[in-house]
């Protein structure tokens, strides 16, 4: 089991709005920033959303975050098929001296 | 352009050792830290390990400590990760990773290399 708990998966149509939970405690999400990556098939992981709700440079604003307690949020707004990937939060663990990752979402665009 | 290239992985039976390195260029290699993380077929993301810039500080997941090493040579831009006492379970593609400002956060990504413990 994953120290950050995420949905195994979650779908919507185009141009929907979807949104991916991550639920953790006050040792990583409680006290540090959280970060998303997106995993298309077949390729390496790519930095999404850092420190909660900030986008790299090229990732469209489509893409938002957000944290509240011990919980953190993707957004992805104007669904469209290429975000069809997986998903995953992230963010150092005060208690255990090491980053975690959630299990990971699967998005499914139908 | 920062790019991220690791080698080494391959076929290694259980209880055997294996070295991957990271070569790297497109950035001032010293002034950032870097892990390697690990995802087995079919898995999820899983950190392995990270090590400061200046080599001073490292830390290991708990399911490799005691068994896997990180290093890195600023004078070569690259990182290592050396693998004692294989199990089946460190299967996996294994991934450097830059960090974006020693937050934890990874803004480049290897493209991988895979790990197969069998017998």
């Known amino acids: 089991q994953s120290v950050l708990t995420q949905p195994p998966s979650a779908s919507g149509t185009p141009g929907q709005r979807v949104t991916i939970s991550c639920s953790g405690s006050s040792s990583n999400i409680g006290s540090e920033p959280v970060n998303w990556y997106q995993q298309l098939p077949g390729t390496a992981p790519k930095l999404l959303i850092y420190?909660?709700?900030l986008r790299p440079s090229g990732v469209p604003d489509r893409f938002s975050g957000s944290k509240s307690g011990t919980s953190a949020s993707l957004a992805i707004s104007g669904l469209q098929s290429e975000d069809e990937a997986d998903y995953y939060c992230?963010?150092?663990?005060?208690?255990?001296?090491?980053?975690?990752f959630g299990g990971g979402t699967k998005l499914t665009v139908l | 352009e920062v790019q991220l290239l690791e080698s080494g992985g391959g076929l290694v039976q259980p209880g055997g050792s294996l070295r991957l390195s990271c070569a790297a260029s497109g950035f001032i290699f010293s002034s950032y830290a870097m892990s390697w993380v690990r995802q087995a077929p079919g898995k999820g993301l899983e950190w392995v390990s990270g090590i400061r810039g200046s080599g001073d500080s490292t830390y290991y997941a708990d399911s490799v400590k005691g068994r896997f090493t990180i290093s890195r040579d600023n004078s070569k831009n690259t990182l290592y990760l050396q693998m004692h006492s294989l199990r089946a379970e460190d299967t996996a593609i294994y991934y450097c990773?830059?960090?974006?400002?020693?937050?934890?956060?990874?803004?480049?990504w290897g493209q991988g290399t895979l790990v197969t413990v069998s017998s």
């Open positions: 420190s909660n709700n």
């Open positions: 992230s963010t150092w663990d005060g208690s255990l001296s090491a980053v975690v």
């Open positions: 990773a830059k960090d974006r400002a020693s937050s934890s956060c990874y803004d480049y």
